[in-house]
């Protein structure tokens, strides 16, 4: 077992592969995995209230279709989340967000201006 100290809370693993730890917050005890428990202490530190680690450790299961990519017309369009509306796309050293048909109107006109612009130039 494992002893650790986390901004000022005392942690301590109850398995001997160190993957389930516990705290004292106050007069209660909260158990869980390591990052969930730090998670647990910072909120209690922040707000003086108490949430459960396994609260943390449900928010950080992987959503359906996260980490999604794609590339267009040489853009590489990303969606980290799942959601419909967290696509993003750096675009000519910006970062560009929303949903991914919006941003692939934007790259199709963009392109489109530039090559308007370059038929005028000849």
Known sequence: MANS???GVHLLSTDAKNTVWQAKLKTRVIQGNLTAVKKSI???LDTA???EPKEFSALNKERP???QAETFNGYQI???TGDPNA???MFN???IKGAKPAIQRHIEAYLVAKQKAQQQKK
């Open 93 to 95: 050293g910006k970062l």
């Open 5 to 7: 100290i986390y901004r």
């Open 42 to 44: 910072d909120w209690w």
């Open 87 to 89: 696509w993003y796309c």
């Open 49 to 51: 209230s108490i949430i």
């Open 78 to 80: 990303k969606n980290d």
């Open 65 to 67: 279709g996260a980490n």
